[in-house]
């Protein structure tokens, strides 16, 4: 049978992490880089000199707590508006209030939750209001907001940078929690060290998520006459798994593919194959990561080890032909090669030189000798005469020319010293030997 302490807390509609949520400056745990005495955002928020702002960090680390600490402490009128549920004629509405306060000389203070879900248009409307000083926009997001908010906005705005909290801060929220008359301190709870530590490691740096971790563990914990009772099964059942952070549409989803992209570029076999397992196991597309390896097969192997292209590209079939989870093995296969195999960027650095070429000469009419003549017309204008048929030719080359003559002599593949692109490079060598002995005699 429950227990009075217990009912009292089931009774209770505010989640824990909401009754727990520090009120001022100096129950803020973490940030310490942002909000120790001393530093600039706390100089900010204790002088009431708020400037428009965004708090960009993962869930959980105190950007909506720090807005409503500034609610708590600036003079100016306090405003929360959700970018899930509000439109424009929302923030028209409460742009045109705003704007009434500032002819009375008070500020506006608009919070702005998961602004980067606002499209640009939503964006424009606050603009003109941030530039004439109606409103202080304060605005939370989980994205990078270079990409998410529109440059005129941002350039407004002071970036906050919040990090995902210590495990330390992580267990010093769920003790506070334990002991604070405002979350469980009325309540005699049996829980040990390491389950306190469990939690807090648990919750992988969200705070909101540990206290959250905590109300269910205790909730669902057995209770009597001494108290409430967690136990170690319990404490398993709920820490059976958390879900891997990975917005397949954000910023962490590219994060992530770079992460695996670089541990292959640096021949980290271990870490490339980590990554791999990160992305799958939160859920991403086999076919994405697939498409990505491919693309890595060329631009940083290449011709050091042409096979990597073959196995990449039939992985990529196998993903197609499989799906999740047999083509697990199959992309750890591919991640495994690429990261293994001798690397070269020599075909993207080849590319990249012609394109910058191409782009320049891109009225640079193609040379005679090369153009393709199907009419008689274009045979009497000179298309295709002296042209050389290589297979005509001993070794199989000639020494004619196929640039513009604006760019003759360009050279853009300089093969690199690994793997097979060495017998690539004295092949090169030989082609070039060869033509110039041909244009010697010519």
């Known amino acids: 049978m429950k ?6 807390i ?16 100096d129950e803020f745990i973490g940030q310490s880089n942002l909000v120790d005495k001393g530093r600039l955002l706390y100089q900010i928020i204790a002088n009431d000199q708020i400037n428009s702002m965004i708090f960009w960090g993962p869930p959980g680390v105190g950007k909506t707590t720090l807005a409503k600490i500034i609610a708590a402490k600036t003079k100016c009128f306090f405003l929360e508006f959700s970018a899930v549920s509000s439109g424009i004629k929302e923030i028209k509405e409460v742009m045109k209030e705003a704007e009434t306060r500032r002819k009375f000389d008070q500020k506006t203070i608009l919070f702005v ?20 000083g109606s409103i202080i926009l304060i605005g939370a997001t989980t994205e990078n907001p270079s990409f998410e908010v529109n440059g005129a906005l941002l350039s407004r705005c002071k970036v906050f940078v919040l ?83 990975y917005d397949k549409k954000g910023e962490e989803h590219y994060n992530i593919i770079s992460a695996l992209h670089k541990s292959m570029r640096n021949s980290d076999v271990n870490a490339a194959i980590y990554w ?89 009419p193609v040379p005679y000798q090369i153009r393709n003549a199907p009419t008689k017309l274009m045979k009497d204008l000179g298309y295709g005469k002296d042209y050389e048929y290589s297979h005509d030719y001993k070794y199989h080359m000639t020494s004619m020319q196929c640039f513009p003559d ?25 082609i070039e030997s060869i033509k110039k002995s041909l244009k010697d005699k010519e």
Do not use: W
């Open 406 to 430: 604006k760019l003759k002599g360009r050279q853009y593949y300089h093969p690199s010293d690994q793997g097979t692109e060495i017998k690539v490079k004295n092949r090169l060598q030989q």
């Open 113 to 132: 939750d998961e602004i980067h879900r606002f499209n640009k248009a939503q964006q424009d409307a606050f603009l003109p209001y941030v530039e004439n």
């Open 276 to 364: 791999l397992a990160r992305m799958l196991e939160a859920g991403e597309d086999p076919l994405f990561i697939a498409r990505r390896i491919v693309r890595f097969a060329s631009e940083d192997i290449g011709m050091a080890d042409s096979r990597a292209l073959e196995i990449c590209i039939a992985v990529y079939d196998a993903c197609r032909f499989l799906g999740m989870p047999e083509c697990n093995v199959h992309l750890t296969h591919a991640v495994t090669y690429c990261a293994l195999a001798p690397k070269s960027n020599a075909l993207e650095v080849a590319y990249n030189k012609a394109r910058l070429d191409a782009l320049d000469t891109i009225d640079e």
């Open 163 to 245: 990090n995902a909290l210590k495990e330390d801060d992580i267990y010093k929220i769920i003790q506070r929690a334990l002991d604070d008359d405002r979350g469980l301190g009325t309540f005699k709870i049996d829980i040990s060290e390491d389950q306190k530590r469990a939690i807090a490691h648990f919750a992988g740096g969200d705070a909101r998520f540990a206290l959250n971790t905590l109300e269910m563990v205790v909730y669902n914990s057995a209770s009597d006459e001494n108290g409430i009772h967690v136990s170690e099964d319990i404490i398993k059942q709920v820490l059976q798994r958390r879900s891997l952070i």
């Open 10 to 25: 089931l009774n209770d509609s505010r989640p824990l992490a909401d009754r727990m949520r520090p009120q001022n400056l």
């Open 3 to 8: 227990s009075d302490s217990l009912n009292t």
